[in-house]
């Protein structure tokens, strides 16, 4: 989203249309050089990429392979401080700094971001490419289909769905014998079983391979995935602001028998398949993950999987391209890579393992890549951290902690910041004493977060336009005394790679530090965020959360990382805390799990999984030229 | 789906795994040319191609500018007598027909191949890249995602779907002037109309353009759609077989407050959406039927476009790339373009008049282009001629009419078929009489409806190898005496190009003759269909049809074209009467207007638009190697 406008809240959607087409501007003035000259010139083959088109690329994941000696180049985090509703300008700061790294300090140097909801840019927030001269280009093509990634996702996804359902129905309404003569069917008199039937009958501890040798006990185990309809955890998603889905009946079509059932759909990036297309670390562990997906448990109490729907083996067929990071540029030329973006608040809000492995190695041992994690220090980089590195076995070098002068007055104490309102004076005019305040609180406490963890932190200061001289040193000042290594202004926005050269070299200096880099917990998982990262004195377990997590150590999931599903603005679990709080109790409502993603999401309140549609949305404005085909107000 | 396969019924999900298989052994045997060089051979220039991987490319509409000038090439019809419900393999003829002209007849030429659906991918029937070799390759790439053609249509389909149910509740819980300083803000004290509002102005008569100059009778028009829930004909869609959404309720959540409505959802070809892109001729086409759609009619009656929601524009964004048709080829080389998949019920059921006038324009004035309609001639051919060539302004020169013994005998009073059932043995064994009857009804009947329409018939007649040189013959000699310009025996499946030779000559010899095209109908539409077409005695109208032919005339769409929503498995309205129905009287229970597409549908009888999954859906058997990336179980 471009960062200019976010001074003018008045009405968003016209904000759009007047401010907002600048980014639009600036990214259709530069022409993006061809894909397979940027592929060429990071250094990959002609065979490692697939064009989509003549500005994105897929590429294959057997470059891994052709590179396994390289070492890896230097693994940079871009959090943020707690943001205010309009977000703070992560990726804008990502993308400067690629592009100050590569084109002012001559650095190999990569940016790895994720692909954003189709709901959002319709909807309320817009595009997410970036804005300014720090963008990914071209951005319509950012922010619309891409390559189809997401679009597989909700294939794969709502492909589990529709099994689920059905094979309730076709359970409910067959005998053992009809179900395990349609299961597995003699053909020309050869009966067998398929490969991904010998999977359930080894979890059932069958060893017999032969249909016919079964006991009637063992088949009506085999067809009978007994799945208790309030107990079905899987839902249904589309990639659109669809608020009428977040709970809805099916089922009520005759044909369906009064098999009725209250259900909802969910965002498409929040579904537990995008969460395991960016953990995943090659095609095997993916299918092994989309395999051992718990979509509900049996009326025993037994967990049942995407596997045990015979539907696995599918689900990877549908995310055989999904897996392949797609490759873009910025608009100075760098090269970025878009891949996975999960819902960052039932998932992880990180992009995916892949894309910054294939970087790392893609740049060498002196280069650097730039990688993003959502929402505040407190929700993705602790994500990033306790799951993603556990999940990659890759460790950062250092964290870019994002802050601007608004978000610090806001912890400061001004006045409430919201998305359709104008900004209060406070935020446009000097006012020092707000800034010292919330650097003080909620600046400090992130860079202790990130030092829990053990590694090294640089303050990037996001420059709006309105911030005075005054407030800048005074944010880097605090910052440095806070504990940053370095805590320095940028200017990216207006000036691209050059305006981020101060960060770039920060960066570079800070990154040569040793890190000491360290997961947070083992043991006594949740409680240990709310204290260690949150600041919360302690955590109350709801009697629905105590009996989940009975349920999960019972069935070995107790092993797993945590994925917090909190508030992103504030630390605690009330929006309204700014700055950092202190002296609550985090509630844990409920509990949940992503078996093939792997991880336990604990949900902190209450969580909506399908953003709604304004009165006007960003689509009155989106709009294509039929003769010159351009496209006017994605921005 | 592979042809001989079809010979064996018993069990459609084993059947994939041991028969059906063979077709993708096949493919795989064949490393695809290339798809640059293909595109180079076929007179394209590198800049009017966006290659997708390395067997696809989006071919752009530029091209049509560019060869403005160029006579178009011969242009073919492949339709079919009425099916088994087991299909008679139009599309392998199409294939196998392209093999014959190009590389043994040395013309240039092309085949047009609609997009299929992946709910039957991963649900009953399996693949539809043709059979044998008589495929489009690589199958796989065809059968999945292709270049995101759907998945664009998905999202479009339903943010107007989101869009609806949005504004209805925007509407209800606001006053005219909340809603009209929200659609219509003040930023920094400039107020503006967007575009797509002036047209909505323009629609409500009010010329005025200042916001601030409206009445207060004015702005409420403007503000409020006043959508009668109970008449929103608009539904949302996936691209999954998912019987559980055929009647839903949506709106439970409380933060819609009470706004619950019944709907369903329809599978993704059904969309009007997909039936604009298949009869759109260009970009600005596109957007303007796009806009006037009618998702459902306001309390007052009055029809609600998308444009009245403000959404028109950003579809067309989302639809930019999936105008622009998709090269492949078939296993022996020969170009194909895949683009659009209308559902051949509700919607007309061909491939994109885009795609067909690149290839006409590409084959050149001596070259040949084969295009394909769904379901029989009665259907898919009927709504080629009155809706597709109305749309397009093509003439067709001639038409190749598939048959089978196997449907033949079927209308020739032969037992039952049905997917799932062995085939009995009238069906395996000579059966002369049979056929005689089959051909003397149904085959006849098919040959005279191309004749209502001054198209020459040359008789494909596809043969499997259960058939006898006798029962060929027969076939070859009765439809020559039912006036086809020509009958020939097939062997495609088993031969490729090689076993078309015979096809191909007959079509390029009747194709010199003179074709007489003429529309079928100008007045009295309906009636006119279900007498000259169907055989029936007349028509008969509920009360719910006759109410809406009223409003739909009053409205201005009398003059629309008609899209029969028929069964495919007969003649009539009921599909078990096979061969020539006579005395029947056609029933129609409603009548619904696809105003984008540009067409009016009768439901004849109940449609179903979304099918379910069997127990042992196709999914079982699909799978993906991890290491050799290799897809199996595709078919």
Redesign the interface.
């Known amino acids: 989203m471009c960062q200019t406008a976010l001074l003018?809240l008045?009405?968003v959607?016209?904000?759009n249309?007047?401010l907002f087409s600048t980014c639009q501007l600036i990214s259709r003035a530069q022409t993006p050089k061809p894909v397979d000259q940027l592929a060429q010139e990071i250094g990959l083959l002609q065979e490692e990429t697939?064009?989509?088109?003549?500005t994105k690329a897929?590429v294959r994941l057997s470059l891994l392979d052709r590179l396994r000696e390289q070492p890896d180049g230097k693994y940079v985090l871009v959090a943020g401080i707690t943001p205010t509703p309009l977000g703070e300008g992560k990726s804008t700061v990502v993308i400067g700094l690629v592009q100050a790294l590569s084109a002012h300090l001559k650095l190999n140097s990569f940016a790895c971001l994720r692909q954003p909801s189709?709901g959002p840019t319709?909807g309320v927030k817009g595009g997410a490419a970036g804005g300014g001269y720090a963008q990914v280009i071209p951005m319509?093509e950012f922010n619309?289909?891409l390559t189809?990634d997401i679009?597989?996702i909700?294939?794969a996804n709502?492909?589990v769905?529709?099994?689920i359902?059905?094979r309730m129905?076709?359970e409910a309404t067959?005998t053992d014998k009809a179900?395990y003569s349609?299961?597995v069917?003699?053909?020309?008199g050869?009966r067998?079983f398929?490969?991904?039937?010998i999977a359930r009958l080894r979890r059932l501890g069958i060893s017999e391979i032969d249909p016919s040798a079964l006991t009637p006990q063992e088949v009506s185990s085999f067809v009978r995935l007994d799945l208790d309809p309030a107990k079905v955890t899987w839902q249904?998603v589309?990639?659109?602001?669809?608020?009428?889905?977040?709970?809805?009946?099916?089922?009520?079509?005759s044909?369906?028998k009064g098999?009725v059932?209250?259900t909802?759909f969910d965002i498409a990036v929040a579904s537990e398949i995008m969460a395991i297309l960016a953990l995943a670390d090659?095609?095997?562990d993916?299918?092994t993950r989309l395999g051992r997906m718990v979509v509900g448990s049996s009326r025993s109490g037994q967990p049942v999987t995407a596997e045990d729907l015979?539907?696995s083996?599918?689900l990877?067929?549908?995310m055989?391209?999904a897996i392949k990071p797609t490759l873009m540029q910025t608009l100075e030329g760098s090269p970025v890579f878009v891949h996975a973006g999960p819902f960052a608040n039932i998932a992880h809000g990180n992009s995916s393992v892949l894309a910054d492995k294939l970087a790392l190695k893609l740049v060498g041992e002196d280069g650097f890549v730039v990688t993003e994690a959502g929402f505040g220090a407190d929700i993705g980089m602790e994500k990033f951290f306790n799951i993603k590195c556990r999940a990659s076995g890759l460790r950062p070098n250092i964290v870019v902690l994002v802050a601007t002068v608004r978000a610090l007055k806001m912890h400061g104490g001004g006045p409430n910041v919201s998305a359709g309102s104008p900004l209060p004076r406070e935020y446009i005019d000097e006012n020092l004493s707000l800034v010292a305040k919330g650097c003080s609180s909620n600046l400090r406490k992130q860079i202790q977060i990130a030092h829990l963890f053990g590694v090294p932190v640089v303050v990037a200061l996001n420059v709006f336009k309105t911030d005075t001289q005054a407030e800048i040193n005074l944010v880097c000042q605090m910052a440095k005394e806070s504990g940053a290594s370095d805590a320095v202004p940028c200017h990216h926005w207006a000036l691209g790679g050059r305006g981020s050269v101060e960060l770039a070299q920060a960066v570079k200096q800070a990154s040569s530090q040793p890190s000491h880099f360290q997961f947070l917990y083992s043991q006594e998982k949740i409680r240990m965020i709310a204290q260690k990262v949150y600041g919360a004195d302690d955590i109350e377990l709801s009697p629905e959360a105590k009996a989940k997590i009975d349920y999960y150590n019972q069935q070995g999931y107790g092993k797993l990382p945590i994925c917090m599903a909190k508030t992103h603005l504030s630390l605690s679990h009330l929006p309204e805390k700014k700055g950092t709080p202190t002296g609550f109790t985090l509630p844990i409502r409920d509990i949940r799990a992503s078996i093939g993603a792997g991880f336990i999401y604990p949900l902190v309140g209450t969580m909506?999984t399908m953003p709604?549609?304004?009165?006007?949305?960003?689509?009155?404005?989106?709009?294509?030229d039929?003769?010159t085909?351009e496209?006017?107000?994605?921005f």
């Open positions: 003018y008045g009405q959607a016209v904000v249309e007047n697939e064009a989509y088109g003549r897929k189709q319709f319509e619309l289909h189809g679009h597989a909700t294939a709502n492909l769905a529709a099994a359902d059905a129905l076709h067959q179900l349609r299961l069917p003699s053909v020309n050869d067998r398929s490969p991904i039937q249904r589309v990639d659109t602001n669809d608020r009428f889905l977040r709970k809805i009946t099916v089922g009520q079509a044909t369906e098999h059932r209250e909802q090659g095609l095997g993916m299918k015979g539907v083996g599918a990877a067929v549908l055989k391209d909506s709604g549609l304004p009165t006007r949305p960003c689509f009155y404005d989106i709009d294509l039929p003769v085909e496209i006017t107000g994605l």
